[in-house]
């Protein structure tokens, strides 16, 4: 029987020949992602942690990113007693605050592969797809169960086929590609699915990979996946890791499919996610001269180099608009630190941007960067729901970074192509 | 019993906000900030034994799991929805809160309507009219029958 990615994945992490739509198997996966929550997570296993221990020392992912530095002595203390457990048990894979944002880090340190699987207590778990892994997210507690144990079940899921054709015209970015898709198809126009990106996909780098299959949870995907091709071997070459030490998994040439969707990146133009829903999308022409008051370019949507990289295009040698606050985020250390050596950075911070450590920061409402009642942030991230940043009366945009630095200029939403054309 | 209606898309930062996700996990803690940017009324009256009715996508958003144990934790027998977001399906699995997706019964529910659930036969009798939603896989039923995941994993661990 020919098989989607999903279910030759999921049959092989489950030591079944062949699966379908609907089964229950039961997998390990390679690696558990958890974050700051994971002091929240062991904190519920106390006592099994101490009696049976944790399943392995290499499964754990763990990255301090979602409220560092700590913002209080509640949140200091969540990161003490994680390192404590790092320590106590080896734990191979831990980053501690400023490493990044773990997404970033778990694609970024090779943790990640073709072919592998990974879950993880992070809704944007889904994001290792830019890489050909299958990857998904899970809640705290069975992040729980999964350090005790190193396995849990998983539903083969129904996949869809996103057929992608044409080339993007400039301006226009992978950002606005899976942003236009979102609004075509619903904020649940995916639900419970695996979506395969097929077509013309090559010349999506493995950063414009990363945006799209990172905003899968968006339209309730339970994966987002490309296949592995010349773009991903030449990004794990880079990152010093061979050919040999991973086997991608390819959809069968008759495999089937619930659902089908074709889109000419040629006919996409940017686009904003209006509040308060991913999927209330409008042609940037339709939500010009909306006054905004705060910009946000990072995040572990768009926070990579190449972005920061469109940004500095946008923004060198000028001044952001008085009335708007530029929150700069890069996804990682090393984005960082080959934004700053490149003079990316300097141009940011010259143009009026504020820099943020590496890490989720502003996106998720919990401290730095929170809004005001009645303000409105344009901002990079995955997310623009009420009350996200911290305020229910605030409003969120989303966009791509040109958009978002073209805007920051004029202090409204504006066209990037009106400013990158001049 | 209270009924209460809510519409599509409710997400994960209306159910429990973003800002109380790293300072709040235990069900004390919970309960003040439940529904608390989309209906502050919920909280301070929401009954063991109330049932939720809502739209498309229910839950959709964060992989937090403070709705579904804030839920759980005031007594609500079920979330009666057009759809479900999947984290936030698997996250009440493991918490023991049961949702029931039945479009059906969800489009002919009105306000005031009588609403029960019968979970062993899986019917739900809306008003006058019952309406059926299917089983849940022996495997789940494994875990919400256990009291929840951890259970689940405890009985589990003990029996190696």
């Known amino acids: 029987m020919d098989m989607t990615f999903a279910e030759k994945i999921l049959a092989k992490y489950s030591d079944l020949k062949e699966v379908a739509p609907g089964q229950i198997v039961t997998v390990h996966p390679d690696h558990l992602l958890t974050h700051d929550n994971t002091a929240a997570i062991i904190q519920k296993i106390k006592p099994e942690l101490n009696k049976y221990g944790i399943y392995s020392k290499t499964l ?150 990363f945006t799209i299959a990172n905003m899968g949870i968006e339209m309730g995907a339970k994966n987002t996946l490309f296949f592995c091709d010349n773009v991903t071997k030449e990004y794990l070459n880079l990152i010093g890791i061979p050919d040999s030490s991973y086997s991608p998994i390819d959809a069968d040439k008759d495999a089937k499919y619930y659902k089908e969707f074709k889109y000419n990146l040629t006919e996409i133009s940017p686009v904003v996610a209006c509040p308060h829903t991913v999927d209330n999308v409008k042609p940037i022409a339709e939500v010009s001269d909306i006054e ?6 990072g995040t572990c949507t768009n926070g990579r180099l190449s972005d920061l990289k469109v940004a500095a295009d946008i923004l060198k040698g000028k ?56 303000e409105r942030c344009l901002s990079t991230a995955n997310r623009n729901f009420k009350g996200r940043m911290g305020c229910k009366e605030a409003e969120i945009y989303l966009a791509s970074p040109a958009t978002v630095a073209a805007s920051a200029l004029y202090g409204k939403i504006t066209d990037p192509r009106a400013v990158i054309n001049k | 019993m209270n009924i209460w209606r809510y519409g599509d898309n409710i997400d994960t930062d209306m159910l429990f906000p973003g800002k109380y996700v790293y300072i709040c996990s235990i069900p004390e803690e919970i309960k003040p900030h439940l529904l608390e940017d989309l209906d502050p009324s919920f909280s301070k009256n929401v009954k063991k034994g109330d049932i939720i009715i809502a739209g498309i996508n229910f839950g959709c958003g964060s992989s937090r799991e403070q709705p579904a144990i804030g839920l759980k934790s005031v007594g609500i027998k079920a979330v009666v929805a057009l759809s479900f977001a999947r984290i936030f399906y698997r996250a009440a699995i ?24 019968d979970m062993d036969n899986g019917k739900i009798i809306v008003g006058a009219k019952t309406f059926s939603f299917p089983k849940l896989p022996e495997q789940i039923i494994a875990i919400r029958d256990a009291g929840g995941l951890l259970e689940y994993t405890r009985k589990k661990l003990k029996k190696k």
Not at chain 1, 334 to 340: R, S, V
Not at chain 1, 351 to 372: E, M, S, T
Request: with cysteine.
């Open chain 2, 94 to 117: 493991n918490q023991g809160l049961v949702l029931i997706e039945c479009p059906e019964a969800v489009k002919f529910y009105s306000d005031g309507d009588n609403v029960e659930i």
């Open chain 1, 319 to 374: 001044t952001i608009n008085s009335g708007v606050r530029l929150l700069i985020l890069p996804a990682s250390k090393d984005i960082f630190e080959k934004a700053l050596n490149s003079g990316i950075i300097e141009i940011l911070v010259k143009a009026g941007g504020v820099l943020l450590p590496p890490g989720c920061g502003p996106c998720l409402g919990a401290h730095q960067g929170a809004l005001a009642p009645a």
């Open chain 1, 60 to 209: 754990p992912i763990i990255v301090l990113d979602h409220v560092i530095p700590a913002s209080s002595e509640k949140t200091a203390n969540n990161h003490k007693i994680i390192r404590e457990f790092v320590k106590n048990n080896e734990i191979k894979n831990f980053f501690d605050i400023g490493f990044g944002i773990c997404h970033q880090l778990v694609i970024e340190k090779g943790l990640a592969l073709p072919g592998k699987l990974l879950l993880g207590s992070d809704s944007h778990t889904c994001s290792y797809g830019a890489i050909g892994a299958f990857s998904s997210g899970i809640d705290r507690t069975e992040a729980a169960s999964l350090l005790l144990t190193g396995e849990t079940w998983l539903k083969v899921p129904n996949s869809i086929k996103m057929v992608l054709t044409g080339k993007l015209n400039p301006g226009v970015y992978s950002k606005d590609v899976i942003l236009h898709i979102i609004g075509d198809i619903s904020a649940s126009g995916a639900n419970y699915c695996s979506v395969e990106f097929h077509g013309d996909v090559r010349n999506f780098s493995i950063d414009d990979r």
């Open chain 1, 292 to 297: 905004i008051q705060q910009c946000l370019i």
